[in-house]
């Protein structure tokens, strides 16, 4: 079911301030940085290997993300995984019982996207992507 781990999101308060850290100290290198005006963010892609750290940045003070920010501060926001199928992978979740956000798939910056709640993740927030093929 799981490919790989797709990538690691990082909530910042600005992605310029954080890119000082991760392209200027640590030396990874900037991919692209891009507007998901549905969820009010600004992603900053900065691929390791077969993965990638994505910086996120809130659009609004109304974002989800600037709710998290707000009351838990910058550091780890949830690890996304990779699957073939979407669908089949969180209709067999839900039938193990784990508690889902999105019991449908929608639209995120590189592929449709849904969320497992971190209850039933041992506190981690976790997000599957299926990419367009």
Do not use: W
């Not at 993300?65 to 699957?83: N, P, Q, S, Y």
């Amino acid at each position: 079911m799981i490919k790989k781990i797709d990538h690691i999101a990082i909530v910042v308060h600005n992605i310029e301030e954080a890119l000082q850290v991760y392209e200027g100290a640590l030396g990874l290198e900037l991919a692209e940085v891009k507007e998901v005006p549905e969820q009010a963010v600004r992603i900053a892609f900065l691929p390791i290997g077969e993965s990638e750290i994505e910086l996120v940045e809130p659009l609004t003070a109304e974002s989800g993300i600037a709710r998290f920010l707000e009351k838990r501060g910058e550091g780890l926001h949830h690890i996304c995984l990779e699957v073939d199928d979407i669908e089949a992978a969180l209709q067999d979740l839900a039938a193990q019982g784990i508690r889902l956000i999105d019991k449908q798939p929608r639209q995120g910056a590189h592929g449709r996207v849904a969320f497992l709640h971190p209850k039933s993740a041992h506190g981690v927030l976790i997000e599957l992507i299926e990419k367009p093929r």
